[in-house]
């Protein structure tokens, strides 16, 4: 049975709520959220199910929710702004703006590795705890003196998590304060979004509660019985950093359920927003929306060209994600509109993405966590290919 849905639907734009009801079928106890920008104007802005099944609270146009890795699109915006303004490279030396990073053969690292997962930090070599990971000068000490897992200029692995400890440290020093405090100067709070890195208390109370689904326990289930005694499996490791966070990452109070995982900056996968504040931002990159425009088309057609695609140094089946510098491009991993979209996805269905040929911003965000074939997100974003394709 569908779950109840609130919120607004433009004319024209009905098939793509009907696939956004229907994403909560055979889904106990989802709740979930979509937002969709087209030339600035929000055209969707829809809510419905339950937003914590432990007190039945339903989901509601105030709830935010954990973005996963969509936070990677969100600081990868923050540093194709900066290198609009001038004020970074991205073929410089990271250990040009973060001396220490230069430790361990990593001198000859560019930013643009760093964004396009190049630069061999795909997981810690040393296990980190819980505690390390919402201690940002634990982490980025730690990964300042690592050695690469593999030898730079060789390929590419997923940064998981790293990815945002490694930007994020160099974007501090480039700006001079955090990210999560850069990111509200930039964007957030000139858009007036409901969207943070390191959430502050008073918003504490409207975050939804994440539920592993059946699709992601069956999978860590399998990996675990397929993997060998004794072999690191590093793909895995860049999840959940050794010991900081469970496979699933999240469990009924632990992982990024937990309020210290919230409030910390974890610009990887930490995240927290509301769909309507994504699709704004999204859809500022790439139109005037409320009044704030954050990237030219010269930045955009930059940041977008391929940097990592194919078999990942660590292997991986197919279909296979491409990337941009920093952004996730378009693939059969993950097709969004078409060739002219950006964004980037995060674990358990998350969506958030612009598109340059039909000036969209778009978010869908849920709190049941799927793995593998999850079609929650495709089918609306199916729908809405759809649904513009008869509007041009």
């Not at 849920?366 to 759809?386: K, W, Y």
Request: proline share 6%.
């Amino acid at each position: 049975m569908n779950a109840s849905v609130d919120g607004f639907t433009a004319p024209g734009f009905e098939h793509v709520a009907e696939a956004f009801a229907t994403s909560f079928a055979h889904h106990h106890a989802m709740g979930a959220a979509l937002c969709v920008r087209v030339a600035g104007e929000t055209v969707l802005d829809l809510w419905g199910g339950t937003a914590d099944e432990r007190t039945h609270s339903p989901w509601t146009k105030d709830t935010i929710s954990v973005i996963f890795s969509c936070t990677k699109g969100l600081v990868s915006i923050l540093a194709a702004r900066l290198a609009e303004e001038g004020r970074l490279d991205y073929e410089t030396p990271v250990a040009t703006y973060w001396p220490e990073f230069a430790k361990s053969g990593k001198a000859t690292i560019t930013v643009r590795d760093l964004l396009a997962h190049r630069s061999g930090l795909s997981a810690p070599r040393e296990d980190l705890t819980f505690e390390d990971a919402v201690d940002w000068n634990m982490v980025t000490g730690r990964l300042a003196r690592q050695e690469p897992l593999w030898p730079v200029g060789d390929g590419h692995a997923y940064h998981a998590l790293t990815h945002g400890w490694l930007i994020g440290e160099v974007i501090r020093r480039v700006t001079g304060v955090t990210v999560g405090q850069y990111f509200q100067e930039l964007i957030a709070t000139p858009l007036h979004a409901d969207a943070w890195i390191g959430l502050p208390p008073a918003a504490r109370h409207r975050v939804a509660h994440l539920r592993a689904g059946r699709t992601l326990t069956d999978l860590v289930a399998r990996q675990a019985a397929a993997r060998s005694s004794g072999e690191i499996d590093w793909p895995e490791r860049a999840l959940t950093l050794g010991n900081a966070f469970p496979p699933e990452l999240v469990t009924e109070e632990g992982g990024f359920n937990d309020p210290r995982a919230h409030a910390a900056e974890l610009p990887g996968a930490g995240g927290i927003a509301s769909a309507r504040a994504l699709a704004a931002i999204w859809s500022s990159t790439v139109v005037d929306t409320d009044g704030v425009r954050l990237l030219k088309p010269g930045t955009v057609a930059d940041a977008v060209r391929p940097q990592a695609e194919g078999t990942p140094v660590f292997g991986g089946q197919a279909p296979l994600p491409r990337w941009g510098t920093g952004f996730q491009l378009p693939s059969l991993a993950r097709e969004y509109l078409g060739p002219a979209s950006f964004g980037h996805d995060g674990a358990g269905g998350q969506v958030a993405f612009a598109d340059t040929t039909h000036q969209v911003g778009f978010a869908y965000l849920t709190n049941v966590m799927e793995a593998g074939t999850d079609q929650r997100a495709t089918s609306v974003i199916d729908a809405l290919r759809r649904t513009l394709r008869q509007h041009s």
